[in-house]
């Protein structure tokens, strides 16, 4: 038996050895990743379904961290892209892709069908990664992606049903529809009342503790368990995580939430794409290589332009239906699910199955590369620039405010001088009993740990005019100046410190610096006046 260990080594070492030049390249590590599965499982004889498990926990932080970024007010702004987009995606795609295994392939109308909702299916694991990294997902066509991918997680449900109904024919279908639908309206009621009052409590104890240990634990115990009932009530853990992320969205504690998470969230979804490769047996795809990619290049186009008619009919710039095409035109995570119901039941043919997992593989790779040249690709099928989707919706912008780091008593005094002068500002502060008494004095002030760049990119710190901070531990200030540096070298920082040692570091970077010892928040005001002046 090979040791896990030696296994952990060798995918760790064949990963770094495909990403480290692909970053050269810009190549997203995603390729690197499931190329590393294709070779491990090839090389090794290892137990797929523990890194599957492993894997799937990466799509529900993804989900969870989604979930984050759409408050229940929000999502019930997209209705038409989640209910409306998402049933006529899944309905048109399934049908033609269905009736083509059907009458071309000679398979059985119920299989064909459920082969056809299979390659509908498009991949939330990477199309949301991807465009939350290229800050896409606020765009019209990132909107409407994701409100199908929202809809296509709780498809699943009615396809994975269809096929207990063909295998058991004994089955009763009004008690599984109606076991489904209780298992949705009970996770519901749990969610809002896990997500309203008990998760919040389980997190402010934590926060009380000042240990960012026990914070982490504490928001893996939250989104795991909100998974886990998600399971019990036969739904996806992936729901579970997105519904529990929606409702803590409305908390004080939504940023450092998200800071802390991305972390486990990038690796975990790391080992779900080298969980993808795993499924490749490099053999066959050498033997049918040219059948397969003809395959994988025709499904991608022929489902791009089924999605494009639809939306064509539905939103008014053609280059959102352009692009909102080509983003779901691969077939997701979720296919390789029902591929592997249908392996077990031997509801289609071994050498069938084995490409279509091949071609989902394929139409993965090709995503990232789609996804990035996407307006390429819209120029391409679309000359006309005039009035397109960019200028249709813009998300709300911070721009030439003061970030204010630390709301302790001097933090305060400041805060209440910026009010008065009617100086845009937000504060953060990673201490929750000073982010309470701001929410009493009314000031702007948000719950999270400022050397954590994702805390300083949620507040637009590469936007603002001017940083101050006020935190009085040297080490902690020195890594904060360190990561606002890192996101935007030219920000005018004015820090606070009595330090000869960093004295000199903040010298050396061209950061204002105030003697805590001798001045106090008018000065800290005044420079930062100043520096609002200079950077307009």
Aim: hydrophobic share 55%; proline share 2%.
């Amino acid at each position: 038996m090979v040791s896990p260990v030696l296994i952990v080594i060798v995918l760790l070492l064949i990963a770094l050895s495909f990403n480290i030049p692909f970053a050269k390249f810009k190549i997203p590590p995603i390729i690197g990743y499931i190329f590393t599965g294709v070779i491990v499982s090839n090389i090794f004889d290892i137990n797929k379904h523990t890194i599957e498990i492993i894997a799937e926990m990466g799509i529900v932080f993804l989900m969870f961290l989604i979930g984050l970024e759409f408050s229940p007010d929000k999502l019930k702004s997209m209705k038409k892209e989640v209910f409306g987009f998402g049933i006529v995606e899944m309905t048109l795609v399934g049908s033609v892709f269905g009736l083509f295994f059907w009458l071309f392939m000679g398979i059985d109308i119920r299989i064909a069908f459920i082969i056809g909702s299979a390659i509908a299916l498009s991949s939330t694991a990477i199309v949301l990664k991807l465009l939350n990294e290229s800050r896409e997902i606020s765009k019209p066509y990132g909107r409407i992606s994701l409100g199908v991918l929202l809809f296509q997680d709780i498809a699943v449900i009615p396809i994975l049903i269809a096929i207990s109904i063909i295998v058991n024919k004994d089955a009763n279908i009004s008690d599984l529809l109606l076991k489904t639908i209780e298992g949705f309206i009970s996770l519901g009621a749990f969610i809002w009342i896990y997500g309203k009052f008990i998760a919040p409590f389980i997190i402010s104890q934590a926060t009380k503790t000042k240990s960012d240990e026990i914070f982490i634990a504490t928001v893996l115990f939250v989104v795991l368990t909100a998974s886990e009932t998600a399971h019990f009530f036969g739904l996806s853990y992936s729901l579970g995580a997105f519904l529990a992320g929606m409702i803590l969205s409305e908390t004080k504690y939504k940023y450092q939430i998200e800071a802390d998470l991305v972390p486990f969230r990038d690796i975990l979804l790391g080992v779900f794409f080298i969980s993808v490769g795993l499924m490749v047996n490099i053999h066959f795809v050498i033997a049918n290589i040219f059948s397969i990619i003809v395959m994988a290049i025709a499904f991608m186009f022929a489902k791009a332009g089924v999605i494009y008619i639809m939306l064509k009919y539905f939103v008014k710039h053609n280059r959102i239906a352009i692009k909102t095409a080509f983003t779901l035109s691969q077939i997701g995570e979720f296919a390789f699910v029902i591929f592997a119901l249908m392996s077990k039941y031997s509801l289609v043919d071994n050498n069938l199955l084995q490409k279509l997992v091949v071609v989902t593989v394929i139409s993965m790779i090709f995503t990232p590369f789609v996804i990035r040249y996407i307006y390429k690709i819209a120029d391409i099928f679309d000359k006309d620039i005039q009035n397109f989707e960019e200028f249709e919706i813009k998300p709300a912008e911070v721009k030439g405010h003061i970030v204010l780091v630390g709301y302790d008593k001097i933090g305060q005094r400041v805060a209440k001088k910026l009010t008065k002068s009617m100086i845009p500002y937000v504060a953060v502060d990673k201490q929750i009993e000073e982010v309470k008494k701001g929410f009493q004095n009314g000031d702007n002030v948000i719950f999270g740990n400022a050397a954590n760049k994702s805390v300083l990119e949620s507040i637009h710190i590469q936007d603002a005019a001017a940083v101050i901070i006020t935190t009085q531990n040297e080490e902690h200030t020195h890594m904060i100046v360190e990561n606002i540096l890192d996101v935007n070298p030219n920000l005018n920082i004015i820090v606070l410190t009595d330090s000869e040692i960093e004295k000199e570091f903040y010298k050396q970077n061209n950061i204002y610096v105030v003697d805590k010892s001798k001045e106090l928040a008018e000065k800290l005001i005044n420079l930062a006046l100043k520096c609002e002046i200079k950077g307009n």
